[in-house]
Each structure stands twice: as structure tokens, then as C-alpha cells.
């Protein structure tokens, strides 16, 4: 069981996405606003937040956020520039209105099991300074911890998995996101990004090399 928010200004969609993660097994909170779902977060496991709300809309909320906890958007069909964006800014998945109760759990799920460690993977990896805890899902550069999302964390966890091996955008979006999935390779490149800055920012080298015309790999 989760402890989920679940920040909408619209208390029709609040009731539904409770009612179907409460019969899920999670413990539901909800939030009226960006400003009541900020206070909030904090004691959430995941989030699952409406783009268009009233005072601090999602976009900003994800930002304020900053990868402390798991997001998943909810965003209309006339949305997909905030939607992209939001995925940029280090969202986890997202969720299109009109939307199936069933879909959603599904993508609650998903996101949560990203953030457990598989039993075929060592607890640790170290490459080059660069630690991932898979268990405590922490990183850490040299002695320094970093705070990373949990799609950012999956594709470092992926690339270090296998140094020197180049891996495809496409791959890699089937690797964190499974292949139901729609990803841009804009997005793949958004987060590589993200991931990249705060990598050096934190003293570490660039270890993450781009192979041109088809993806990524982590430096051997």
C-alpha cells in the first residue's frame, strides 16, 4: 500500500481516482490546488496531479518538486505541449483525460514498482565515483548524494548496468517506460540532460556519452 496524493481542482475526478486507488489498497489524500498540493507532497509516496489548476498550476508544482517525489500527470488531449514539457521537467509518466480508473492504478503500479528494487539486481552499483542504492533508491557522487527522479534514476540504472554498451532512444524508453508507451526521443534527451548537469554539478565526470544517430552510453 501507497500513500498517494491526489491534487485536482475538479472534485468529480478527485472522487474517481480515489475511489479507484482506495480499491486499489492506497491511502488517498487529495488537494484542491497547487498550493495545497505542495504542502502536501511531502507526505506522499506518489503524486498524481492535474496540469490546469488554479494558483501554482502542475508544471510549476512538478518544478517546485524536483524529483523528491514520483509524479504522474493528468492532462487533457489538447495538452501535449504541457504534457511533453512536464515529462521534461522530471515528471514520471503521465495519464490523458478522459482517462480509464483501471489505466491509471495501472500507471500508479508501474511507477511504484520502478521505485523497488528487482531481486536479479546487486542492491549496489558503483562506476567511476557514481553510486546508485537500489534499495534506498539514492545516488551518490564520490560522498555527495544527488537528488534524481525516479525515470532519471532508471535510465542512469540502465546505462550503468551495461558500460560502453550504446543503447537506443527507443530502447531506453522500453527500458523505463515499457513499450505501451509514447515517449519522444525528445524526452529521452530532456532527462540525459537533466541527468548530465546535475552529475557535474555534483563533481562527477561526464560519464554519460552521446553515440550520434542512435542514443546513449555510459562512458567504460
Same mark, same amino acid.
Given at each position: 500500500?501507497?500513500?498517494?496524493?491526489?491534487?485536482?481542482?475538479?472534485?468529480?475526478?478527485?472522487?474517481?481516482?480515489?475511489?479507484?486507488?482506495?480499491?486499489?489498497?492506497?491511502?488517498?489524500?487529495?488537494?484542491?490546488?497547487?498550493?495545497?498540493?505542495?504542502?502536501?507532497?511531502?507526505?506522499?509516496?506518489?503524486?498524481?496531479?492535474?496540469?490546469?489548476?488554479?494558483?501554482?498550476?502542475?508544471?510549476?508544482?512538478?518544478?517546485?518538486?524536483?524529483?523528491?517525489?514520483?509524479?504522474?500527470?493528468?492532462? #487533457? %488531449?489538447? &495538452?501535449? *505541449? !504541457? +504534457? $511533453?514539457? =512536464?515529462?521534461?521537467?522530471?515528471?514520471?509518466?503521465?495519464?490523458?483525460?478522459?482517462?480509464?480508473?483501471?489505466?491509471?492504478?495501472?500507471?500508479?503500479?508501474?511507477?511504484?514498482?520502478?521505485?523497488?528494487?528487482?531481486?536479479?539486481?546487486?542492491?549496489?552499483?558503483?562506476?567511476?565515483?557514481?553510486?546508485?542504492?537500489?534499495?534506498?533508491?539514492?545516488?551518490?557522487?564520490?560522498?555527495?548524494?544527488?537528488?534524481?527522479?525516479?525515470?532519471?534514476?532508471?535510465?542512469?540504472?540502465?546505462?550503468?548496468?551495461?558500460?560502453?554498451?550504446?543503447? #537506443? %532512444?527507443? &530502447?531506453? *524508453? !522500453? +527500458? $523505463?517506460? =515499457?513499450?505501451?508507451?509514447?515517449?519522444?526521443?525528445?524526452?529521452?534527451?530532456?532527462?540525459?540532460?537533466?541527468?548530465?548537469?546535475?552529475?557535474?554539478?555534483?563533481?562527477?565526470?561526464?560519464?554519460?556519452?552521446?553515440?550520434?544517430?542512435?542514443?546513449?552510453?555510459?562512458?567504460?
Amino acid at each position: 500500500m501507497a500513500r498517494i496524493l491526489v491534487a485536482d481542482d475538479d472534485g468529480h475526478i478527485r472522487e474517481v481516482v480515489r475511489y479507484a486507488l482506495e480499491k486499489a489498497g492506497h491511502d488517498v489524500m487529495e488537494a484542491r490546488d497547487g498550493v495545497e498540493a505542495l504542502r502536501l507532497a511531502g507526505e506522499a509516496d506518489l503524486v498524481v496531479l492535474d496540469i490546469i489548476m488554479p494558483g501554482e498550476d502542475g508544471l510549476a508544482v512538478c518544478r517546485d518538486l524536483e524529483g523528491r517525489v514520483p509524479i504522474i500527470f493528468l492532462t #487533457s %488531449r489538447a &495538452e501535449e *505541449v !504541457d +504534457r $511533453v514539457l =512536464g515529462l521534461e521537467l522530471g515528471a514520471d509518466d503521465y495519464v490523458t483525460k478522459p482517462f480509464s480508473p483501471r489505466e491509471l492504478v495501472a500507471r500508479v503500479k508501474a511507477v511504484l514498482r520502478r521505485l523497488a528494487r528487482s531481486d536479479e539486481e546487486d542492491a549496489v552499483i558503483e562506476h567511476r565515483g557514481l553510486k546508485l542504492d537500489l534499495d534506498q533508491h539514492r545516488c551518490f557522487v564520490i560522498r555527495s548524494e544527488i537528488e534524481l527522479t525516479v525515470t532519471e534514476f532508471d535510465l542512469l540504472r540502465t546505462m550503468m548496468s551495461t558500460p560502453g554498451k550504446a543503447f #537506443s %532512444r527507443s &530502447e531506453l *524508453v !522500453d +527500458r $523505463v517506460w =515499457g513499450r505501451d508507451h509514447h515517449v519522444t526521443e525528445r524526452t529521452i534527451d530532456s532527462h540525459v540532460r537533466r541527468i548530465r548537469k546535475k552529475l557535474l554539478e555534483a563533481g562527477s565526470d561526464d560519464l554519460i556519452e552521446t553515440v550520434h544517430g542512435l542514443g546513449y552510453r555510459m562512458r567504460a
